[in-house]
């Protein structure tokens, strides 16, 4: 994979001759920065220029849950993951995620025409670049529209239609600026212009399965099918929320164009799927499935044909992020202190079904309410969907050569709990004198930060690599934005909207079986199609997105508090509420002589810190434009319920 360096250098060039001089001394160029008739002139300068456009998308990276190096606006991307109670963040600042009732109606918000006018620069700039090659020329125009129509792209799905600027505004400083202000185009424009775009420049773009870090016709492709997926979800979806709309378009998409996007959607999967646009595969490597799985997120040579497009990092480059320092297992972690954060709730994890194709919640009490005992910790999650293993540290999972120790303490014959408030501290077992261990190093423990408090920890894009989770190296594995995997599970949504119900289980039976899950599926549902997407694209950064498009977060998220029987109930319905993270909780049980001395049992545990119950409103649809941005611009119609 080429990767895409960052020479510091020439950050500034997107800004020299941007602006109107206003003295013969300002005409005097800055040593420090190169004119653009010589940037523009050397293929290697206009590499490292968009190589910064290429980085300046990492924002959206870690705003969906990855982490950048120093976090967005300070905030590691690894919070966003413990966000919709499919984890739980174990870290005491970040308890406020698990005990407010409510997000913001600005949560998500983002208004970044900076780097939209730094694209539009680039772009005229290498038009008229009288120096560089017609190959050349194209395909860093080509790269350019890419990176602006899915900038554009993200910033449709969190706002609706946005002014769409395509070209350079300069300000002549007449102190008028009504001609510099444009109006929200209508939402379904802003999803024409990124499908309209993809469209225009994918046989600019290399035609290569190998290059992940650049645009290719494979990456243009992926992001057009996504895109009109979304947007055939909002136009069929919307209609059941018309609260959430505006006369003018500006949010709110026709339900009879939802058929059009879908086709869309169907046709761009398709070119990829059948390798017009480059050899891409699922990636099936290792033997185990599980390990599988895990290792297509980390692993960065040529043999890895799923990944189509990534942010890619590298530790000799100083290009690095924390992820791995802020989630690995605390006791296997590089200096003992920075890890365990994100850990995986039992929401998440019940929900990867059992290999006949079933749901079922992990058994923790036989069928007249006495508890089942298990010889070894990962018995209770035997027979289920590979992926669980691959996305989720297990109790007693393996991990750089070593297992981690998550066990809540000892069940007495009474029922009562004997345990302590760490590993360290060691206490006899009643009727001994002994001072053993008493609770996992690796916790469950109500409370106790950077130690899971679910019973989990994360695996997908967990870096095994030595030194990965020190913060004097950090990590280089690369996020993936369009995958393979990803694609498949997009035709499927589409075909299946589209009645093509045959076509659709084709796709989704590939990505199942590459689970483990063999048996093919021989129907279809619209509740199979949200789940199998909760369970592949887990921690990617897919989960808000989806339920926004689908008008499924008001009932998901619902502000009400959960019980342990809502949480094993309607496995796998699309409604299914997910307001608080749950764990599972495994005990040692004490009773000498007993024929279960030393099994193991479970608990479903919320964790004490749960105190809020997530309540998604109408107005979260979409994020609410900053009073700055309303007063600067009066063209800007504010968003419903605004």
Not at 118 to 130: G, M, S
Not at 241 to 258: D, F, K, N
Not at 276 to 287: D, I, M
């Amino acid at each position: 994979m080429k990767k895409i360096y960052i020479y510091l250098t020439f950050t500034a060039l997107l800004f020299a001759g941007a602006c109107k001089k206003d003295s013969d001394f300002l005409d005097v160029p800055p040593k420090q920065v190169i004119p653009d008739e010589l940037a523009f002139s050397d293929p290697a300068l206009v590499l490292s220029i968009i190589g910064d456009l290429y980085n300046r998308q990492l924002d959206f990276s870690s705003l969906d849950g990855f982490a950048d190096p120093n976090g967005d606006n300070g905030v590691p991307g690894w919070k966003t993951f413990a966000d919709f109670s499919d984890a739980f963040p174990s870290e005491g600042g970040s308890y406020n995620i698990v005990q407010r009732n409510s997000w913001g109606f600005s949560e998500w918000s983002r208004w970044d025409y900076g780097y939209i006018r730094d694209l539009n620069l680039f772009i005229e700039r290498a038009t008229a670049a009288p120096k560089l090659t017609e190959a050349d020329k194209t395909r860093f125009i080509a790269e350019a529209r890419f990176l602006r129509a899915n900038f554009y792209f993200e910033l449709v799905k969190r706002m609706g239609g946005v002014p769409l600027i395509t070209a350079s505004q300069v300000y002549d400083y007449s102190g008028v600026v009504t001609n510099l202000q444009t109006p929200r185009s209508k939402e379904s424009e802003i999803y024409d212009f990124v499908i309209a775009e993809a469209e225009a420049i994918k046989d600019l773009l290399p035609t290569s399965a190998t290059q992940k870090s650049r645009a290719t016709k494979g990456a243009a492709l992926a992001m057009e099918c996504r895109a009109a997926l979304y947007a055939g979800s909002i136009a069929k979806y919307g209609a059941t929320t018309p609260q959430v709309s505006l006369p003018g378009g500006e949010v709110g998409i026709p339900v009879s164009m939802a058929n059009g996007y879908y086709t869309k959607a169907l046709t761009a999967a398709q070119a990829i799927i059948t390798g017009t646009a480059g050899g891409y595969a699922l990636y099936k490597v290792a033997p185990d499935l599980s390990d599988n799985f895990a290792a297509l997120f980390i692993d960065k040579s040529s043999a890895n044909l799923e990944s189509i497009f990534v942010e890619d990092f590298k530790v000799n480059t100083g290009k690095v992020h924390g992820y791995t320092t802020n989630t690995q297992p605390y006791s296997i972690s590089d200096e003992g202190g920075d890890a365990g954060r994100l850990n995986p709730s039992l929401n998440l994890v019940q929900s990867f079904e059992l290999l006949n194709n079933t749901y079922a919640p992990l058994a923790t009490r036989d069928g007249s309410g006495n508890a089942i005992f298990y010889t070894n910790q990962q018995d209770i999650f035997a027979g289920r969907d590979a992926r669980l293993a691959g996305t989720v540290l297990l109790p007693n999972a393996l991990f750089k050569g070593a297992r981690t120790d998550i066990w809540a303490g000892y069940q007495l014959a009474d029922g009562s709990i004997f345990t302590s408030s760490d590993a360290s501290i060691l206490l006899a077992l009643p009727g001994t004198n002994t001072l053993v261990q008493v609770v996992g190093k690796d916790g469950p423990i109500n409370g106790k930060e950077f130690r899971t408090q679910t019973g989990f920890y994360n695996r997908k894009y967990l870096d095994p690599a030595v030194g990965s989770g020190r913060r004097g190296r950090q990590s280089d594995v690369a996020f993936i934005r369009y995958r393979f995997g990803e694609v498949l599970l997009n035709a499927a949504e589409a075909a299946f909207e589209l009645g093509q119900t045959p076509i659709a289980l084709g796709y989704i039976n590939q990505v199942r079986a590459r689970a483990g899950l063999v048996t093919p599926l021989t129907a279809l549902t619209f509740d199979r199609i949200v789940h199998e997407r909760r369970v592949e694209l887990a921690f990617e950064g897919h989960t808000l997105y989806d339920m926004k498009r689908w008008r499924l977060a008001t009932a998901v998220w619902n502000g009400e508090a959960m019980s342990v029987a809502d949480l094993t109930a309607n496995i796998g319905l699309r409604t299914k509420k997910n307001t608080q993270p749950y764990g599972l909780w495994p005990y040692k049980y004490y009773n000498p002589g007993n024929a279960n001395n030393g099994k193991w049992l479970f608990k479903e545990v919320r964790p004490n810190v749960v105190t809020g119950a997530s309540r998604f409103q109408l107005g979260n649809y979409y994020s609410q434009i900053n009073d700055g941005i309303l007063s600067a611009n009066p063209k800007i119609v504010k968003q419903p319920n605004q």
